[in-house]
């Protein structure tokens, strides 16, 4: 085994070839070898440019009624036709969500904590694969407290999720989920976090943006999509580490407190969609955010 007090820190992104040189028209990373089945799937939630928005609603499942959550049906209703995919529990798909939506699901499959309880990291699989099949999703979300008390037993889930999953052909994303502790959210770390979710099996990882994102991104064999954290303070904020996170190499976004808790939720999430579809730099983001909730008041 590799002495872990020698490892030598991974190559800054500069010493190495451009990512994907040489790779086939419509690559996606690590989906070479990818059967149909998985293909489809991962095709039903990244568009033909590659790039994604998900929408997730799955807070209630450790935080209960959150914010502009309450009611998750009038939440999601006029934003589900700009959202790529919808990030969601089973409870809440059944009991809120209209089976008739075009939006593929990502079935939120972990929990068994709260933000009362001991430790939000001693997760477990709360959902089986015959359930996952019943409800027809494109993918299913777990999280991985890399660094806690309960480590292993979270990889050791996303390892048996990926066995199951692997044999149905549904693509698991893995959550780097590190709670409050804000120190951790470094590129060491998540890029720490994201490859050994990839190393086990996981299609999809989602992590938080940090200085330095493309070290997370370029260590990642697999897509990663830019999880929202904490409220930011305005949209133009949001919009310009959407940017540098997709130009250091993310697909696209997983963002939810950032759209849902915003007075102009739609026009955020169109906004966006021109970052993570159009290529709009921030400012321009920005300014149709401001047209489009303008247009909406009149």
């Given amino acids: ?25 419509g690559w996606l990373k690590g989906s070479d070898n990818l059967d149909w089945g998985m293909k489809n799937r991962l095709s039903r939630l ?3 440019d590659g790039h994604c928005q998900f929408l997730p609603i799955d807070h209630g499942y450790f935080q209960g009624p959150t914010r502009c959550l309450e009611r998750p049906q009038d939440t999601v209703r006029e934003l589900l036709p ?9 409870g809440v798909l059944r009991a809120s969500i209209d089976p008739r939506i075009k939006t593929p699901v990502i079935l939120r499959v972990s929990g068994g904590t709260s933000v009362v309880g001991k430790d939000l990291a001693n997760e477990v699989i709360t959902t089986s694969v ?11 979300g777990i999280s991985i407290f890399v660094g806690s008390d309960y480590e292993k037993e979270t990889l050791q889930n996303l390892a048996l999720l990926v066995d199951e999953c692997e044999d149905y052909g549904i693509p698991v994303m893995a959550v780097t989920a590190v709670g409050k502790e804000l120190d951790k959210r470094t590129s060491r770390f998540l ?8 190393e086990l099996g996981a299609r999809i990882v989602k992590t938080y943006y940090c200085e330095d994102f493309d070290k997370v991104t370029n260590g990642c064999p697999v897509p990663v999509v ?3 954290g904490p409220k930011c303070e305005t949209e133009l904020e949001v919009f310009e580490f959407v940017y540098d996170g997709m130009q250091k190499g993310a697909i696209g ?3 939810g407190r950032n759209v849902w808790q915003n007075p102009h939720p739609a026009a955020v999430m169109r906004a966006l969609n021109g970052v993570i579809h159009d290529n709009l730099k921030p ?16």
């Fill in 46 to 48: 990244i568009k033909p």
């Fill in 253 to 255: 976004v997983n963002l």
């Fill in 82 to 90: 700009y959202a790529d995919g919808l990030f969601v529990t089973r």
């Fill in 226 to 228: 830019i999880a929202g």
């Fill in 1 to 25: 085994m590799a002495d872990a007090e020698r490892l030598l820190e991974a190559r800054d992104i500069t010493e190495m070839p451009p990512e994907g040189a040489g790779a086939p028209t």
């Fill in 283 to 298: 400012k321009e983001a920005f300014e149709l955010f401001q047209e489009l909730k303008n247009s909406a008041s009149d």
């Fill in 191 to 198: 890029a720490l976090s994201c490859r050994i979710a990839a």
């Fill in 130 to 140: 015959e359930e996952m099949i019943r409800l027809n999703v494109a993918a299913v």
